[in-house]
Structure formats: C-alpha cells, structure tokens
C-alpha cells in the first residue's frame, strides 16, 4: 500500500505491518483514503480529529444554504383597497427574506362566471410589487382557485442599490451641515 504520513509527505510503498508500526511509532491512527487505487492509499492521522473537522464542514455548509419556502396569500375578487395594500405588503416582505409567495384567489359561487376579475387583481398585484419580483408560474385556473407563483429576483441587484442610498445620504446631510454652518458665520459678520 503507498503510505503518506501525518505531514502530507509520502513516505512510498509499504506494508500493512510496517505502515501500522509507523502510524503507532507517532501515536496517530493509520486510514485507507483511497481503497480503489492500484496500490491502496494510507494516510497516518488523527482519526477522531478527522472525524471532528469533516463534521465541522459539513455544520458550517449547512448553515450557508437558505431553506427556501413557499408562503401562500389568499385573495377574493371583490377584496377592498386596503386589505388588498395590506397584503401586498406582506408579499413584499416575504418576497426581500427571500421566500417564494403563492398568490391564490379564491372563487365563490357566482364569482366563477367572471375570471377576469381575478386576472385583474393578479396583475394589480404584480404592478404594486414591481421589478423585485419574478413569475416563476403564470396565473391558472384550478377549479375554484386561481394560482400564480412569485420569486424574488436575484438578491445582488438589491445590494448596489441600498449602498448607493446609503453613500447618498451622508452627502446630503454634509451639504445641511455646512449650509447651516455659512449662515451661521454670516450672523456673526453682521
């Protein structure tokens, strides 16, 4: 088997005996790395250390990614203004955490003679969200329901903006300040 020691070196090919002789001469632990290789690989190392990083990695990975999930909001066709302002201002905050957001719009009764009422709402709805967002399913109609599937648009376009309003602001505030100081000096001028 072709052997690498604890520092990365290869120490060449060896056997068993002599590799488990060396893993023990150090106090470390001898592991098969690679069994399907022409000569097997061993690697003289901590094992349980090993053992600990791979599960940290792995901890910190699971971390990085974002659960991503899907939250619905439930329409009416005859739904008043500002119920309407309400909840779209609900899908606009799921929508900048992130989520995915179910827009359903609900038909009863007579209400399923006039789709196109529902069509309007849906479309009003993607006029107040504007830019931020994607249809990732186009409204359709299943039974008494109308659904359609929005997606936040990529978040690094959002990022530019909020640093540009940010670097806007201080300037602003510098140009009040220095205003506010000129006329100040002119009082004492006179």
């Known amino acids: 088997m072709r052997l690498i020691g604890a520092d990365g070196v290869q120490l060449g090919i060896k056997s068993l005996p002599d590799a488990l002789e060396l893993a023990r001469q150090v ?18 190392m901590d094992y349980g250390k090993f053992r600990y990083e791979e599960s940290q990695k792995a901890k910190e990975s ?8 899907i939250k619905e909001v439930k329409f009416r ?8 302002d309400t909840k779209v201002r609900h899908m606009h905050d799921f929508l900048e955490d992130g989520h995915k957001v179910k827009v359903t719009l609900q038909f009863r009764g007579r209400e399923m003679a006039h789709p ?3 069509s309007k709402i849906l479309d009003a709805v993607l006029e107040q969200l504007g ?8 409204a359709r109609l299943e039974g008494r329901n109308m659904t359609m599937v929005l997606a936040p648009e990529k978040k690094t376009a959002k990022k530019p903006e909020k640093s540009a309003n940010k ?3 201080p ?8 205003e506010s ?10």
């Not at 066709?77 to 309407?84: E, T, Y």
């Not at 300037?171 to 220095?178: D, E």
């Open 27 to 44: 106090d470390l632990d001898l592991v098969e790395v690679a069994p399907l290789a022409d000569p097997p690989v061993c690697r003289i």
């Open 62 to 69: 699971r971390k990085k990614t974002t659960q991503v999930t």
């Open 77 to 84: 066709p005859k739904i008043g203004k500002g119920d309407f």
């Open 116 to 118: 196109e009422l529902g």
């Open 131 to 138: 830019e931020a967002v994607k249809v990732e399913t186009q």
């Open 167 to 169: 670097s806007a602001a």
């Open 171 to 178: 300037g602003v505030g510098a140009q009040v300040a220095s």
């Open 181 to 190: 100081g000129e006329s100040h000096a002119e009082n004492e001028d006179k």
